[in-house]
Nanobody, 124 residues
């Protein structure tokens, strides 16, 4: 059974940092693109970042560029999202996902496996 389990969320003040982890089990995703998405209350799920399955090339939504960094450790079958300089508008449930593609993608339709999400709350 394939599982993606996120961890590392929490309640922090604006300007703080958090590192989210997404541990995969049940199969390896070393050649799959991986992504992070988030959903704030009353809003649709939005793309945050993705990383290529081969080259580690990345894409970020404009609102997090320069503050968030996605990375992967294929030996651990784990993807990370380092979030610095957090803002209240970053408050959301953060989901990791594994794509069916190798190339980085922001399209939710390319993602087959999803985690259950981890809450990130940033107070002002």
């Amino acid at each position: 059974q394939v599982q993606l389990v996120e961890s590392g969320g929490g309640l922090v003040r604006a300007g703080a940092s958090l590192r989210l982890s997404c541990a995969a089990s049940g199969r390896t995703f070393s050649r799959n693109a991986m992504g992070w998405f988030r959903q704030a209350p009353g809003k649709e799920r939005e793309f945050v970042s993705t990383i290529n399955g081969f080259s580690s090339s990345t894409i970020y939504v404009d609102s997090v560029k320069g503050r968030f960094t996605i990375s992967r450790d294929d030996a651990k079958n784990t993807v990370y999202l380092q979030m610095n300089s957090l803002k209240p508008e970053d408050t959301a449930v953060y989901y990791c996902a594994a794509a069916t593609t190798n190339w980085e993608t922001s399209d939710t339709l390319d993602y087959k496996f999803w985690g259950q999400g981890t809450q990130v709350t940033v107070s002002s």
